[in-house]
């Protein structure tokens, strides 16, 4: 768990209500780098949600640009996540490149794009 990340979502977060309560608990699991990677059974049952609406929230926070999130493959594997949007730039591109093999060119595409 991460305080400095949690308090910084609490702080700087534009979401609301099921999505800034998703945010939260990824943000609960993360490490202090902003990265985590619960099941999406188990971040649903944190949030108290059913698996198809975290799945949800989880792709709009994706989209907006809060979360980066690698797929697993298959069920019962973990996503791995990472809270771009709360992590300075330059430790993120560091991240996405050793955490998430991602060449230098794709890391930075990732944050642009998000």
Partial sequence: MSIK???KVWETSPQRDAALLCLLALADFANDEGICWPLISTLGRKIRLEERATRKWVTRLHKQGEIYRA???GRKH???FLLIAYIPRP???AILQSHFYMT???AKRTLHTT
């Fill in 5 to 7: 990340i949690m308090t």
């Fill in 71 to 73: 797929q697993a493959r």
């Fill in 78 to 80: 973990s996503n791995r």
């Fill in 91 to 93: 430790l993120a591109l």
């Fill in 104 to 106: 230098a060119q794709q």
